[in-house]
């Protein structure tokens, strides 16, 4: 595939870069990382009312700027450059997506919109527990009493899961199991019964929550889809999730290549910088050409999502794109951020530099949605299906 961004994406890219190199900088990360919510809300409204990039690709049917998926992969890499604290990979690369996916009209109509003007956060429940995040991972479980679901369970790892506004959890039928009785309800963070707490983890500057359910009644108009058959989707949720959270890899990729060559520029040893050593020069070298490949295996992910949202035929590759992206982003940020710390020397360790920062970060989102081995091994199993079936 022979790709360019257009001038409008361009644009979009160029515009996010210089307003969070503004609004994102290394002073304001540490301020709201602080906090327990994690995010600083004035920021936010900034975002939602002059930006608007939370409503970037939903369509304007309900309210949104009605884009594609290379735009939001354009701009979530720049956020993993600049290490935006926000509940925007929550509200949007989460739960916008499970809506658009799996919502009914209805649904859309009310939820994109409000979620569109900015007027809630949101974020998607699905993980008990487990460090599978395939369908065995979801642990909750529903009963029908009437025309009511009842919801029991735990959930961890969600993402601003303690101030969300709205939460898309999945449940399974009581005595299910595997892909099968699964379903997607929205269910209002003030709703009876739901329990919510945040827990202190290795990136503080993405938040998780643990989030309970104990006998939380739902009405119909919560369901999102057919009961028992939500799998299909919420699959199809976590791949765009997965692309979205592989391109802020790519920039913190990106800014960990650029902060590393700007130091050792600077830092001189036997009077010369240490950037003109052949050493130092073989590093840098990996550390770009690691983050270019992740580049290109983003933005490819990234045209299959548009096509996946569209129905379009390159959408059926969506599980693939996912795993490839995913898998090389997290190994590729890891590995430079490693490089990073070794560039940087005994002060790449300390408080007052970022690399820590950044090194926390690739940690933290190689495993979130599955690392690069389990993303390897399910493209090996969907390979070998595929050459048993032809």
């Not at 790519?250 to 001189?268: A, H, I, K, P, S």
């Not at 040893?269 to 550390?287: E, G, L």
């Not at 949605?369 to 493209?379: F, I, K, Y």
Request: hydrophobic share 45%; with cysteine.
């Amino acid at each position: 595939m022979d790709f360019a961004f257009t001038e409008e994406q361009e644009m979009i890219r160029d515009t996010a870069a210089a307003f969070l190199a503004e609004v994102s900088s290394s002073e304001a990360v540490r301020r709201a990382m602080a906090t327990e919510s994690g995010y600083d809300s004035a920021l936010w409204r900034r975002i939602c009312d002059e930006m608007y990039w939370q409503a970037i690709h939903i369509p304007e049917a309900y309210g949104g700027l009605g884009l594609g998926y290379v735009e939001l992969v354009a701009m979530m890499e720049q956020m993993g450059r600049y290490l935006l604290c926000s509940p925007y990979f929550s509200t949007v690369c989460l739960a916008t997506n499970a809506l658009l996916v799996a919502g009914n009209e209805d649904q859309k109509t009310r939820w994109l919109g409000e979620l569109g003007a900015g007027q809630v956060t949101a974020t998607l429940a699905f993980n008990g527990g487990s460090r599978s995040w395939a369908a065995d991972s979801i642990t909750a479980s529903f009963r029908r009493e009437g025309d009511e679901f009842v919801l029991n369970g735990d959930y961890r790892y969600v993402i601003d899961g303690h101030t969300a506004g709205l939460l898309v959890v999945a449940a399974r039928e009581e005595g299910s199991s595997g892909e099968q009785g699964i379903s997607l309800f929205l269910v209002p963070a003030q709703t009876a019964g739901v329990r919510r707490r945040w827990l202190p983890t290795l990136d503080q500057a993405r938040k998780q929550a643990a989030v309970t359910l104990d006998n939380v009644r739902l009405d119909g108009t919560s369901l999102m889809g057919a009961c028992g058959q939500a799998w299909p989707a919420l699959g199809k949720v976590l791949d765009l999730a997965a692309i979205a959270l592989a391109a802020e890899q790519v920039g913190g990729c990106q800014q960990l290549l650029d902060m590393t060559v700007e130091y050792t520029t600077e830092r001189v040893q036997f009077n010369r910088p240490i950037a003109s050593f052949q050493a130092v020069k073989h590093k840098a070298a990996d550390m770009m050409l690691k983050t270019e490949v992740a580049r290109s295996a983003v933005y490819y992910a990234a045209c299959v999502a548009d096509e996946a949202l569209r129905g379009g035929e390159l959408g059926a590759e969506l599980p693939e794109a996912a795993s490839v992206a995913k898998s090389y982003c997290s190994d590729a940020y890891f590995a430079v951020a490693g490089e990073a710390l070794q560039l940087f020397g005994g002060v790449g360790f300390t408080w007052e530099y970022d690399v820590h920062l950044y090194f926390k970060r690739a940690k933290s989102s190689e495993h979130l949605l599955g690392d690069g081995s389990s993303h390897r091994e399910r493209l090996a199993v969907t390979l070998l299906d595929q050459g048993r079936s032809s």
